[in-house]
């Protein structure tokens, strides 16, 4: 398909871990993202990888990025109520400096 | 830099009723998006600059939807007439082409149109 693609809800316990998915288009990208957005705010880059990585870790947060089958995947450790966002998914095409975002996948945190 | 600033916050107008929606970059960032972000479509990218220069206008819902950017620092979404279905919030983002190309987004301005 065109697009990049998530879920759009994710539901967890506090405390518990959170894995939010993201299969992307373009295998040329050179970078993938993750942006969080909070209620009433513009999105906010939480994390990016470049291609030639397959992880990278940032104290809670840890993204995997598979090539192969183009899939991206944030795991969030630990999750805390301040982490209930939205969070989304981008890419930037090769040749191009225009991101791509997907739909966005809302991540519902509960006592 | 302030980051990316947006104005206003919050917009309530009539329908049929022009709308301007405004937006300062991040001083020296090359690339503008303006985008609009409904419940129904997600983040849509409606156009974007490059070097105060319109590019891409291809996201533009209808000719209803015009952009303009005058200068680096500065630049406009007019919405005429304003319709009920263009309520959403509309952000505008601003980024350098460099180390990893991040997209600024200011804070949204929410529209809507009764």
């Known amino acids: 398909g065109e697009d990049v693609e998530q879920s759009l809800f994710l539901s967890v316990r506090e405390g518990d871990s959170s894995v939010i998915n993201c299969t992307y288009t373009d295998s040329s990208s050179t970078y993938l993202y993750w942006y969080k957005q909070e209620p009433g705010a513009g999105l906010q880059l939480l994390t990016y990888?470049?291609?030639?990585?397959d992880m990278k870790q940032d104290q809670r947060l840890t993204v995997l990025l598979n090539k192969k089958d183009k899939h991206l995947s944030l795991r969030i450790a630990d999750t805390q109520t301040g982490d209930s966002a939205i969070y989304f998914c981008?890419?930037?095409?090769?040749?191009?400096?225009?991101?791509?975002f997907g739909r966005g996948t809302s991540l519902i945190v509960h006592p | 830099d302030a980051g990316v600033i947006q104005s206003p916050r919050h917009e309530v107008t009539e329908m049929g009723q022009e709308v301007t929606l405004r937006c300062k970059p991040i001083s020296g960032h090359d690339y503008l998006f303006w985008y609009r972000q409904t419940m129904m479509r997600g983040l849509e990218l409606l156009i974007y600059f490059n070097n105060n220069v319109p590019i891409d206008d291809s996201g533009m819902p209808e000719d209803r939807f015009s952009a303009k950017m005058p200068n680096a620092s500065f630049s406009t979404l007019k919405i005429q007439p304003s319709e009920p279905r263009d309520s959403a919030v509309y952000f505008c983002?601003?980024?350098?082409?460099?180390?990893?190309?991040?997209?600024?987004f200011g804070q949204g301005t929410r529209l809507t149109v009764v």
């Open positions: 981008a890419e930037i095409p090769g040749g191009s400096y225009i991101p791509t």
């Open positions: 983002a601003s980024s350098l082409v460099g180390r990893n190309t991040e997209a600024f």
């Open positions: 990888i470049f291609s030639n990585m």
